[in-house]
């Protein structure tokens, strides 16, 4: 088939690749959005998948909507036969579905109807799921509603960060798309409407939502800083300056646990407080103590959680938190 491809960031680069190199699809354009600033120098560059495409030798769209005319006109004479996606990042208005004859194929990260929308792999890690997946379906004008075409499944590690699964995800999903691909053109693979049960939503992430509750159990501190790793980045209060904490670990044995070796000082940690050894770092919480394992400082680059700790000096009865 001849497709034109939808995507944007690096993790769309691997189901781009997997199209370029099959054998029965040609990738006449790619489309995604514009360049943008990134970067600590916030130098304008074009997208991963663009930089993939233009290496390819690919032609490359760029449109601020993809309701221009100018755009649909060029899609149009491109005349796909259908249109796969991987997180392009802007709403396709229905002169741009109506084009393809198969339409618009998107790869999502979950297993739909769970987690439709802009943050699937975070929420799935802050909602504590054991298995999650990418499915593959047709795009419709609703948010991520349409029938769907193939799924495959990840189960999600205990150390997880949103990273690592959606890495993973990427990767099986590329083959997922690529086999959708072939299915749409060879007849064999039909499009399963979604059940009407078993839907939940997952909007995007923001810096708000970001910031730990140190009254929550440890277990939901995990969650909440591998879910929102790497970004938007968990984070905390301390001294009035955010600490953004990268990288934490529930510490029950610290609490005086049965076989553990925790101390009375740190099982009497309230929530936020914070105790200092020579090598590790502790918090309170709402349950047990975790132990901050990396954390970086407004203005200041990553570094260990007890190396912060020494340079801080942190004196008795210190906490994070308001």
Not at 86 to 99: C, D
Not at 163 to 189: K, N
Request: charged content about 20%; overall charge negative; hydrophobic content about 45%.
């Amino acid at each position: 088939m001849k497709l034109v491809f939808a995507g944007t960031p690096e993790v769309a680069v691997p189901a781009l690749d997997a199209l370029i190199t099959s054998e029965r699809h040609e990738v006449v354009a790619v489309v995604t959005r514009p360049d943008a600033p990134a970067g600590r120098g916030r130098r304008v560059v074009a997208s991963p998948v663009a930089q993939r495409a233009e290496e390819a030798g690919i032609e490359v769209l760029k449109p601020a909507k993809p309701s221009e005319r100018e755009f649909l006109d060029r899609l149009s004479t491109l005349a796909p036969d259908c249109c796969p996606v991987v997180a392009y990042g802007a709403l396709l208005p229905k002169a741009a579905l109506n084009i393809p004859v198969h339409g618009w194929v998107n790869l999502h990260f979950s297993l739909l109807p769970a987690w439709r929308g802009a943050a699937p792999v975070q929420h799935a890690l802050l909602a504590g799921d054991e298995v999650t997946g990418a499915s593959t379906f047709r795009i419709e004008e609703g948010l991520d509603t349409g029938p769907v075409f193939g799924v495959v499944t990840e189960e999600v590690r205990p150390t997880d960060t949103s990273g690592d699964l959606l890495t993973r995800l990427a990767l099986a999903g590329a083959g997922l798309l690529a086999a959708t691909m072939d299915g749409i053109e060879d007849g064999s693979l039909k499009a399963v409407p979604q059940p009407a049960e078993g839907a939940t939503l997952a909007p995007k992430l923001d810096v708000a939502d970001a910031e730990l509750d140190w009254t929550a159990p440890a277990l939901r501190v995990d969650r909440v800083v591998r879910g929102c790793a790497p970004a938007p980045g968990a984070w905390t209060l301390f001294r009035g300056e955010r600490l953004k904490v990268m990288s934490a670990v529930p510490k029950p044995e610290a609490a005086g646990a049965p076989g553990g070796s925790g101390t009375d000082a740190q099982a009497d940690l309230t929530p936020g407080e914070l105790s200092v050894t020579k090598n590790a770092v502790h918090v309170g919480t709402g349950s047990h103590p975790v132990e901050l394992l990396w954390v970086q400082p407004q203005g200041k680059r990553p570094m260990r959680g007890a190396d912060w700790a020494r340079g801080a000096r942190i004196t008795s009865g210190e906490r994070l938190g308001h």
